[in-house]
């Protein structure tokens, strides 16, 4: 099985921006309330922990006819599909992600249960050749 996680290069870039327009309107509202500068400097925290949450949490994997995302932490799988039972892959790039070469991935199966109907793999590296490997993936377990 190939595994792939959340792009580092993108995770950075956007943590840098968040944490830097944190410091900007900390500069700004200082002078005004202590208490809205405190409550600004916490949200500054909050970009460190979408990073770390992102790239630890999860993994997204497929190979072996099948589809998986599962945590990393506890190795348990949350969800689970064949492959054959894709439909569609699509590909979807801010304008970030774009500069990071990350995107976001949907895969849409023909699950029965709402929870497999759709698998949301959010800013993976070089998303376009995962997409395309999803479709060959794909297609081979519906040609055999």
């Known amino acids: ?12 870039a956007r943590s ?3 944490i830097g327009l944190t410091a900007a309107l900390l500069c700004a509202v200082a002078w005004f309330d202590w208490i809205v500068a405190l409550s600004i400097a916490l949200l500054a925290v909050m970009p460190l922990w979408f990073l770390w949450k ?10 072996n006819g099948q589809i ?7 190795n348990h799988v949350d969800i689970s599909a064949p492959a054959h039972a894709i439909q569609s892959v699509a590909v979807y790039q801010g304008v970030v992600e774009s500069i990071c070469n ?10 029965t249960n709402l929870q497999n109907a759709k698998f949301v793999w959010p800013h ?4 376009d050749s ?15």
């Open 68 to 74: 998986r995302t599962h945590k990393v932490f506890t």
């Open 130 to 144: 995962v997409a395309s490997e999803l479709r060959m993936l794909a297609s081979g377990a519906n040609d055999g």
């Open 102 to 111: 990350a995107g976001t991935i949907e895969i849409d199966t023909s699950g």
């Open 16 to 18: 840098v921006m968040e």
């Open 1 to 12: 099985m190939k595994s792939v996680a959340c792009s580092r290069k993108y995770l950075f």
């Open 54 to 63: 992102c790239r630890t949490m999860y993994r997204f994997a497929f190979g």
């Open 124 to 127: 993976l590296p070089d998303p």
